[in-house]
């Protein structure tokens, strides 16, 4: 099956950012809509962005909005987040996912991935 690859994951400053990466095996990456989302000890895991097949759309929790940007590159089987201006509530374990359900449109519901990255931690300090 599909497996992701997360990197980029660290301790930042209020402030400050920080660029997450996800590589994904095979070779059907731009047939998937693919998402990022984040958990903190004892709570639900929590949607942050999606991205459809060629980038075109996007969508994002309102959170986020005006300071993350996910965005794809196809000829590297790599999906981004660009986390700008982050702030302590940012802090937590952040996973890429996958679904070969949806091409596209971006979605927010989780139960429609069907692959997962293993997590990387964000620390944001103040």
């Known amino acids: 099956q599909v497996q992701l690859v997360e990197s980029g994951g660290g301790l930042q400053q209020a402030g400050g950012s920080l660029r997450l990466s996800c590589l994904a095996s095979?070779?059907?990456?731009?047939?998937?809509?693919m998402g990022w989302f984040r958990q903190v000890p004892g709570k639900e895991r929590e949607f942050v962005a999606s991205?459809?097949?060629?980038?075109?759309?996007?969508i994002y929790v309102d959170s986020v909005k005006g300071r993350f940007t996910v965005s794809r590159d196809n000829a590297k089987n790599t999906v981004y987040l660009q986390m700008n201006s982050l702030k302590p509530e940012d802090t937590a374990v952040y996973y890429c996912?996958?679904?070969?359900?949806?091409?596209?449109?971006?979605?927010?519901?989780?139960?429609?991935?069907?692959?997962w990255g293993q997590g990387t931690q964000v620390t944001v300090s103040s």
């Open positions: 095979g070779r059907t990456f731009s047939s998937y809509v």
């Open positions: 996912a996958a679904t070969d359900q949806y091409r596209l449109r971006p979605t927010t519901l989780m139960s429609v991935y069907n692959y």
């Open positions: 991205v459809n097949w060629n980038g075109g759309s996007t």
